[in-house]
């Protein structure tokens, strides 16, 4: 198979997720994306309904002898992580996604994100909704907008789009466990008024991380692939009074852990020195975390910036940095997952020249990822900073008498000859936010294996997209025999 029209020729799952890859739809830019799935579905038939936010709703009636069995919902979120390799000039707002095809694998050369999360999960629903074949009761897609940057689709969901008796999320990225439980959690932003000076004389200079995997901050957290603003702002610890700093960014949102981070600004000693002095930082660094082959610092010759910061500003910010906890905090052997967690994900720079530091709290405990916010509330302030919380979100408590996760059990046992295990991501699941507003409803999580996700090196296992898919119509005879 060489496209995915290819792939579709086998099963029709493959003609939705090539028109999702086909329309640009990063966070805060799904309208393309909606429209097109909105007439696809009213083409097919189907019922739809926009709110107020730009959800969408897809209803699909129950078949003659069925109008008593119970209404599913297949639910998953319309945008995707905008994550693109340096010097790429890819544009996620007009360009299509350059799919590759290598064996079991779908993905994009490196070069950005797939979007299988939640791609997949969308193109399962309307394939499933699109079955003609398929005789069962009712049905119904709800597709939400950004939750990548908040859940903030599902926050703003009406109570009406959530009238059913069992929902599906597919936004797990895995088919070898169910997920009944997910974290809570918040953004936290530190905001910061830089003092600058006339820059002194020197070496233009501009510093990068390069080389590390990054990852989702929830599922990812565990495996210690590094974080580039730690190893930055360590860096500059080492450098002292040999650097003055112009600048500090990198990453793109707070959920993903940030692989990428550079500063630019004015070197007092020689760019060969400070090389030396980054390669001895990077050796050091390699035996604290999981390093890809290819981590390091490139410390190159750049244009002279007309101002710095002030050596008080700047040693205070990266003291605020090296100290600002980052990383797996709490383990729970219970659930065999992390429990709390806190990622550095983003350094940027706002419109008004401020510094905007963001970090993500996650915890299964609602009272912990609170604690950790208070927490990061006090270090920023100590430091001089303007403290903001976002998007809170709380985490979703399992039902051990679920009549839909014994249906799911046995639609396994059935294509996989065996129960799978059930567990909690450390993630944010927009059924979290869904439990206060529709208590009747009973969840469940599965999704196809989806690797590496809010990164370039994610892909998309295509056996396991079809095992999914199976198992939905498995899973439909069961709950509607």
């Not at 009238?163 to 997920?179: A, R, V, W």
């Not at 410390?299 to 101002?307: F, M």
Request: aromatic share 8%; charged share 25%.
């Amino acid at each position: 198979m060489k496209t995915l029209s290819d792939l579709a020729k086998r099963n029709s799952v493959w003609r939705f997720f090539e028109m999702i890859c086909a329309t640009p739809h990063p966070s805060g830019h799904e309208e393309k994306l909606a429209q097109r799935l909105a007439q696809e579905a009213e083409g097919e038939g189907l019922q739809v309904r926009r709110d107020a936010f730009g959800n969408l709703r897809i209803d699909r009636k129950a078949a003659p002898g069925f109008e008593k069995a119970p209404c599913i919902i297949f639910q998953a979120h319309l945008d995707m992580v905008p994550q693109k390799a340096p010097g790429s000039d890819f544009d996620f707002l007009n360009d299509p996604l350059k799919v590759q095809i290598t064996e079991d694998r779908i993905h994009c050369g490196g070069e950005t994100t797939l979007g299988a999360d939640d791609g997949s999960g969308v193109a399962l629903a309307l394939d499933i909704l699109t079955d003609r074949e398929l005789r069962c009761g009712a049905l119904a897609a709800l597709l939400t907008r950004e939750e990548e940057i908040g859940l903030n689709g599902a926050r703003e969901l009406p109570a009406e789009f959530l009238e059913g008796d069992f929902l599906i999320n597919l936004d797990s990225g895995c088919d070898d466990c169910f997920y009944a439980g997910c974290a809570g959690g918040v953004e936290n932003y530190g905001i910061f008024t830089p003092e600058y000076i006339q820059t002194p004389s020197g070496t233009g200079v501009k510093i990068e991380v390069t080389g590390l995997e990054g990852g989702h901050s929830g599922a990812d957290i565990h495996l210690k692939r590094g974080n580039a603003h730690k190893f930055m702002a360590g860096l500059l610890e080492i450098l002292g009074e040999n650097i003055s700093v112009a600048s500090f960014k990198g990453g793109s949102v707070v959920n993903a852990i940030s692989r990428e981070s550079e500063v630019t600004g004015v070197l007092k000693i020689a760019l060969d020195d400070a090389q030396r002095a980054a390669d001895l930082y990077a050796k050091k660094l390699r035996s604290t975390f999981n390093a890809a082959p290819d981590f390091g610092f490139l410390v190159r010759a750049a244009a002279t910036p007309p101002q710095v910061w002030s050596r008080k500003f700047q040693k205070e910010f990266v003291a605020m940095l090296t100290s600002l906890p980052d990383g797996v905090f709490k383990f729970s052997e219970e659930l065999n997952s992390v429990e709390t967690s806190c990622n550095i994900g983003v350094i940027a720079e706002t419109e008004d020249g401020r510094i905007k530091v963001g970090c993500h709290p996650r915890s299964f405990d609602d009272a912990q990822w609170e604690a950790v916010s208070d927490s990061n509330k006090s270090h920023f302030e100590k430091f001089g900073g303007e403290f903001i919380a976002e998007g809170p979100y709380p985490g979703w408590k399992f039902k051990s008498d679920s009549r839909l996760l014994e249906a799911g059990q046995k639609a396994c046992e059935k294509i996989y000859g065996k129960r799978l295990p059930v567990r909690a991501i450390h993630a944010g699941l927009e059924p979290g936010i869904f439990t206060p507003a529709a208590p009747q409803l009973e969840m469940l999580s599965f999704a196809p294996m989806d690797h590496h996700c809010h990164t370039t090196e994610e892909y998309l296992e295509i056996s396991s997209m079809e095992k999914v898919s199976y198992w939905l119509r498995e899973l439909v005879k069961g709950l509607h025999s």
